[in-house]
């Protein structure tokens, strides 16, 4: 069972509030990302890392920051809500090795915001 | 660009075979994986084809040609809890993923 943890699971927020999705591993994984999916939809890739002090933007990174202060931890904030920013959003994790990814995704159950 | 195509949806019956095939097109090629993805639950990883041919694992297999740009996963022995959808996606030259939009799998008793 992957050790990877999201909070919150479930959030309702207004305009223009700044969150921020909270994501843990305890696998010891360099690599971390986070993707957003709408119902139906293709999993869309935000920002990834590669290990401390290492963050890449994906292809909707635009609006949102990432920071990777330790291994385990790798938050998503945004600044200010829009209701475009409803969706479910994905944390995931993976071994690295020697700089390529090796294996399987683990993810995090998800944090499904609302912006009203 | 790079491309998934997997069918939106598909219907099977309890305790038959079905099919799911995925074509892609991506920048590069490092990797082929099928995931499995229930309603409102995270994907879990189901398989991983680098090279061509089938590989099996319990009541699913994986087959990749990548002369053809072409995968399926076969799923055997169709039982409700199989009723998910089945995402497919590629790895390419930088080592990332491009996900299908995932092929919603309805199981009928």
């Known amino acids: 069972e992957a050790d990877i943890y999201q909070t919150p699971r479930y959030l309702v927020i207004g305009t223009g509030k700044k969150i921020t999705l909270e994501c843990s591993q305890t696998m010891g994984h360099d690599k971390m990302y986070w993707y957003q999916q709408d119902p139906g939809m293709e999993l869309h890739l935000i920002h990834y890392?590669?290990?401390?002090?290492?963050?890449e933007k994906g292809d909707l990174s635009s609006e949102s920051t990432v920071s990777r202060i330790r291994t385990e931890h790798f938050p998503l904030t945004l600044e200010s809500a829009r209701p475009s920013h409803t969706s479910q959003y994905l944390c995931?994790?993976?071994?690295?090795?020697?700089?390529?990814?090796?294996?399987?995704?683990?993810f995090g159950e998800g944090s499904r915001l609302t912006v009203l | 660009g790079q491309n998934i195509d997997q069918p939106t949806e598909m219907t099977a019956t309890e305790g038959a075979i079905v099919q799911i095939n995925c074509t892609y097109q991506t920048s590069g090629f490092n990797g082929l994986f099928w995931y499995q993805q229930h309603a409102g639950e995270a994907p879990t990883f189901l398989s991983y084809?680098?090279l061509d041919g089938l590989e099996e694992k319990g009541r699913f297999s994986s087959f990749l040609s990548r002369s053809k740009g072409y995968s399926y996963l076969l799923l055997k022995e169709l039982q409700m809890k199989d009723s998910a959808s089945y995402l497919c996606?590629?790895?390419?030259?930088?080592?990332?993923?491009?996900w299908g939009a995932g092929t919603k799998l309805i199981i009928k008793p």
């Open positions: 084809n680098v």
């Open positions: 996606a590629s790895m390419d030259s930088n080592y990332q993923l491009i």
């Open positions: 995931a994790s993976s071994e690295l090795d020697r700089g390529e990814v090796t294996g399987e995704l683990f």
């Open positions: 890392s590669y290990g401390v002090n290492s963050t």
